[in-house]
């Protein structure tokens, strides 16, 4: 069965750093766009970071400078490196996977962020 798993979430002073990490299993990585989503308390989820199959990148205008979005293809993993953190980042970060052909979208479970001093 199809898993997405997420870890590296914790608590960080404002100007600190994270990096998220995201394992899948179950289906054939390399094939999948990778995204990162967060949702705030009583906010709509939103798109953080996108990474595609064939690498290319976009971003949240908020995060823009700040987060970096990567995959290795080889461990089937993909990351979120997050610098200078800002209190309006806290929320919960998801892991989602997608294959537009078959029209597949799987989601992890999701891991907290807190940023506070």
């Known amino acids: 069965q199809v898993q997405l798993v997420e870890s590296g979430g914790g608590l960080v002073q404002p100007g600190g750093s994270l990096r998220l990490s995201c394992a899948a299993s179950g289906i054939i990585f390399s094939y999948y766009h990778m995204g990162w989503y967060r949702q705030a308390p009583g906010k709509q989820r939103e798109l953080v970071a996108r990474?595609?199959?064939?690498?290319?990148?976009n971003y949240a205008d908020s995060v823009k400078g700040r987060f970096t979005i990567s995959r290795d293809n080889t461990k089937n993993m993909v990351y979120l490196q997050m610098y200078t953190l800002k209190p309006e980042d806290t929320a919960v970060y998801y892991c989602?996977?997608?294959?537009?052909?078959?029209?597949?979208?799987?989601w992890g479970l999701g891991t907290q962020v807190t940023v506070s001093s």
């Open positions: 990474i595609t199959s064939n690498g290319g990148t």
């Open positions: 989602k996977a997608d294959y537009a052909l078959l029209a597949n979208t799987y």
